[in-house]
């Protein structure tokens, strides 16, 4: 399925890891949570690890520098599992 033009547009501006979602809130105002259990890079990380996160272009994506993570919103959004 490919995104709409509105979710390739969506930015992310802030990132929350809990034990068991990563949540993403989106400069429209919308709050993305998906499993932490879909990456199980950050999933491995440690908690030190998991917050040091840092935005990709204007907010298109996420880098976990420490994780070694990067994922795009519009992947995101668009329900793409990372292999």
Same mark, same amino acid.
């Given at each position: 399925?490919?995104?709409?033009?509105?979710?390739? $547009?969506?930015?992310?501006?802030?990132?929350?890891?809990?034990?068991?979602? /990563?949540?993403?809130? /989106?400069?429209? &105002?919308?709050?993305?949570?998906?499993? $932490?259990?879909?990456?199980?890079?950050?999933?491995?990380?440690?908690?030190?690890?998991?917050?040091?996160?840092?935005?990709?272009?204007? &907010?298109?994506?996420?880098?976990?520098?420490?994780?070694?993570?990067?994922?795009?919103?519009? &992947?995101?959004?668009?329900?793409?599992?990372?292999?």
């Amino acid at each position: 399925m490919t995104p709409s033009v509105a979710e390739k $547009l969506a930015l992310a501006r802030q990132v929350e890891i809990t034990d068991d979602e /990563l949540r993403i809130d /989106l400069d429209d &105002g919308r709050r993305l949570a998906v499993p $932490l259990a879909w990456f199980p890079r950050l999933l491995a990380a440690s908690a030190k690890a998991r917050a040091k996160w840092e935005l990709l272009g204007n &907010g298109e994506g996420i880098h976990w520098p420490d994780a070694d993570e990067d994922l795009s919103v519009s &992947g995101l959004l668009a329900g793409i599992r990372p292999a």
